[in-house]
């Protein structure tokens, strides 16, 4: 079963950049798709990116579009998030997931503040 384990988040200024890691421990970490979402208090985890297998397609929504970038390297079994100009309203935990056809996984998170 996949582990999953983020790092990276932190307090940062509006306008700043921050690269998020998610280390996955499962050998068939290539079947996976991975994803990011963002959780704030009383709320559902919304999604913030998502990238195929193969890292070739990725999606995001239209808060985050041209700001973020999702990557993997399935040799290193590493999602990141690259975030750029990052507003108050990306404060949140960012989750890994990961989802297969025979079930889905949860990383525990890592806080993201962005403040002046």
């Known amino acids: 079963q996949v582990q999953l384990v983020e790092s990276g988040g932190g307090l940062v200024q509006p306008g700043d950049s921050l690269r998020l890691s998610c280390a996955a421990s499962?050998?068939?970490?290539?079947?996976?798709?991975m994803g990011w979402y963002r959780q704030v208090p009383g709320k559902a985890p919304g999604l913030v990116a998502t990238?195929?297998?193969?890292?070739?397609?990725?999606t995001y929504p239209d808060s985050v579009k041209g700001r973020f970038t999702i990557s993997r390297d399935n040799a290193k079994q590493m999602v990141y998030l690259q975030m750029n100009s990052l507003v108050p309203e990306d404060t949140a935990i960012y989750l890994c997931?990961?989802?297969?056809?025979?079930?889905?996984?949860w990383g525990q998170g890592t806080q993201v503040t962005v403040s002046s």
């Open positions: 990238i195929s297998s193969t890292g070739n397609a990725q």
């Open positions: 997931h990961a989802r297969a056809p025979w079930g889905q996984m």
């Open positions: 499962e050998i068939s970490f290539s079947s996976y798709v």
